[in-house]
Each structure stands twice: as structure tokens, then as C-alpha cells.
């Protein structure tokens, strides 16, 4: 699978299971971009962290399967 084709499949496949973290995915996609292209930014790790947990903890919550 190409890469952007990949990550098109993943967000449309969280959306479909769980539309409530899609907007963190997206978050987290963006920050994951920035900080990677444009170094590092304290507010920017932040976020990423932020919605890395509120993803993680939804995918527990609905599916069962612990992350910590």
C-alpha cells in the first residue's frame, strides 16, 4: 500500500469506527507534520500528547483493549 493512500484508509476507517476521535486523529496527523517539518514546538508535543490520550482512551473504551 502507497503511503497516502494508507493513511487515507486509516482516517476513513477511524471515521467510520469511531467519528468522535476522528478530529483527534486529524490533530494528532497535523501536529505529527509540523513538528516533524518544522522542528520542535513545546505547544505543538502538547497537543500531539493530548490527542494521543484522548484517542487511545476512546479506543479502549469502545473496544475493550487496554493501552496502559
Do not use: C, Q
Amino acid at each position: 500500500m502507497k503511503p497516502r493512500s494508507a493513511h487515507a484508509n486509516r482516517i476513513a476507517w477511524i471515521k467510520e469506527k469511531f467519528p468522535d476521535l476522528s478530529k483527534y486523529v486529524d490533530m494528532l496527523w497535523g501536529t505529527y507534520g509540523a513538528l516533524g517539518y518544522e522542528g520542535i514546538d513545546g505547544e505543538r508535543a502538547k497537543k500531539a500528547l493530548e490527542a494521543m490520550e484522548v484517542i487511545l482512551n476512546g479506543l479502549e473504551r469502545e473496544t475493550g483493549i487496554r493501552f496502559k
